[in-house]
């Protein structure tokens, strides 16, 4: 069973950076997305970066320029660098893997990490 687990989250003041990391219970190099998604109260899981077959990267338009996503193979975990941080990037941001084995998809999820921006 895989398993992704979140960290990172804290609060922090506007303009301010955090790093997330998501540790997988095998190589990351076996998904080919991984991701971070966000959700706030009230709003729907959005994008905000993912990573295909470790170097493709895609971000949503509201962190485009702010939030960088990598990876790292030995340590089989994906980060997600996040700077000039603003109080509408609070979020609950989740981690996300999609593996495919013999045609068939599987998404996976972790618990979540909560990111709250405020003075």
């Known amino acids: 069973q895989v398993q992704l687990v979140e960290s990172g989250g804290s609060l922090v003041q506007p303009g301010g950076s955090l790093r997330l990391s998501c540790a997988a219970s095998e190589s990351i190099a076996s998904f080919v997305i991984m991701g971070w998604y966000r959700q706030a109260p009230e709003k729907q899981r959005e994008l905000v970066a993912v990573?295909?077959?470790?170097?493709?990267?895609n971000y949503g338009d509201a962190v485009k320029g702010r939030f960088t996503i990598s990876g790292d193979n030995a340590k089989n975990t994906v980060y997600l660098q996040m700077n000039s941080l603003k109080p509408e990037d609070t979020a609950v941001y989740y981690c996300s893997a999609v593996k495919i084995v013999i045609g068939v998809r599987y998404d996976y999820w972790g618990q979540g990490t909560q990111v709250t921006v405020s003075s």
């Open positions: 990573i295909s077959n470790g170097r493709i990267t």
